[in-house]
């Protein structure tokens, strides 16, 4: 059985830092695309950035600077750094991975990937 769960969420205030886990059990993610979403109330869920198995990485323009995605496949996990948070951040963040191995492209629509986690809270608070 896939799970992934993600870890680190938070509440911080404006400017503040936080860094997000996501471990994966069940099977072995390191040949593949791995991502990072949130969805705020009343809002889609929306993209934030993914890194492919090589380690090339793609961040939304609204985080791009302020994130950093990063995986450990040694340990099966990704990580999202966030520095220099806003309110508009807060949202509950998703893990997804995607099934299908060796795929250089980032995916950015949220069906496009295979396996999620239950979410966790991040709150900045203004």
């Known amino acids: 059985q896939v799970q992934l769960v993600e870890s680190g969420g938070g509440l911080v205030q404006t400017g503040g830092s936080l860094r997000l886990s996501c471990a994966a059990s069940?099977?072995?993610?390191?040949?593949?695309?791995m991502g990072w979403f949130r969805q705020a109330p009343g809002k889609e869920r929306a993209f934030v950035a993914g890194?492919?198995?090589?380690?090339?990485?793609l961040y939304a323009d609204s985080v791009k600077g302020r994130f950093t995605i990063s995986r450990d496949n040694t340990k099966n996990t990704v990580y999202l750094q966030m520095n220099s948070l806003k309110p508009e951040d807060t949202a509950v963040y998703y893990c997804?991975?995607?099934?299908?191995?060796?795929?250089?492209?980032?995916?950015?629509?949220?069906?496009?990937?295979?396996?999620w986690g239950q979410g966790t809270q991040v709150t900045v608070s203004s």
């Open positions: 890194i492919n198995w090589s380690g090339g990485a």
């Open positions: 997804a991975a995607d099934q299908v191995p060796r795929r250089l492209r980032v995916m950015t629509t949220f069906n496009q990937y295979d396996y």
């Open positions: 069940g099977r072995t993610f390191s040949n593949n695309v």
